[in-house]
């Protein structure tokens, strides 16, 4: 439920909704691109400013073992300078106690 529940705040561009997912000392990875820590500086994080509008994000697999969940899918998003930014992701979710305590996430534009 908690993965569903920050899948739909990016879909709502509810900043609120994917920051109650998150432990405080959330670590967000995305290698080769940065690493954050804590709810604040993931927030920061949230938007892109190469992009612009609400994302479409769509969970196509998701599965989980203990305290670890990995789900896969699309975003599609509008980007500034025109055109969409049209991508397939892998998170890989480390839960404490129903929240997000730790994200990987891999992303490939196609």
Do not use: Q
């Not at 990995?70 to 397939?88: D, L, S, Y």
Request: proline content about 2%; aromatic content about 8%.
């Amino acid at each position: 439920m908690t993965i569903e529940t920050y899948i739909d705040g990016f879909n709502k561009g509810n900043n609120a909704r994917i920051l109650s997912c998150l432990t405080d000392d959330v670590e967000w990875r995305m290698p080769g691109v940065f690493c954050v820590v804590g709810k604040e500086a993931f927030e920061g994080k949230i938007t892109s400013e190469e992009l612009t509008g609400l994302p479409d994000v769509k969970l196509t697999h998701m599965m989980e073992d203990k305290d670890t969940v990995i789900a896969e899918g699309t975003v599609r998003c509008a980007k500034k300078a025109g055109g969409f930014m049209n991508a397939e992701f892998c998170d890989v979710f480390v839960m404490e106690n129903a929240k997000i305590k730790r994200l990987t996430t891999y992303i490939s534009e196609v």
